[in-house]
């Protein structure tokens, strides 16, 4: 039932949704990064949450700004650990 609820959310998330959420976060992404979080979010989102993602981050590490991406992978983190630990 919830991966139902959360492939409907992702459906309809678009860029200017990533942008406010890591703005929120003090994460200030340009627009590629944000189509390219988007993307991700979008196709492998199963992974994200009960997969391995190293193969995910070492692609965020190597297209966005590092600033970003430390940012990021610790929300990322402490995000899993709250709501999927």
Do not use: C, Q, T
């Not at 200030?28 to 979010?41: D, R, S």
């Not at 991406?69 to 899993?80: F, G, P, T, V």
Request: glycine share 2%.
């Amino acid at each position: 039932m919830y991966n139902h609820i959360i492939e409907n959310y992702i459906k309809k998330l678009d860029k200017n949704k990533i942008i406010d959420y890591g703005i929120k976060n003090n994460i200030y992404l340009n627009n590629n990064e944000a189509e390219i979080i988007l993307k991700i979010i979008k196709k492998d989102w199963k992974v994200l949450m009960y997969g391995n993602p190293n193969n995910i981050f070492n692609y965020l590490k190597a297209n966005i700004r590092e600033d970003n991406y430390i940012k990021i992978e610790d929300l990322y983190y402490k995000s899993k650990e709250k709501y999927l630990m």
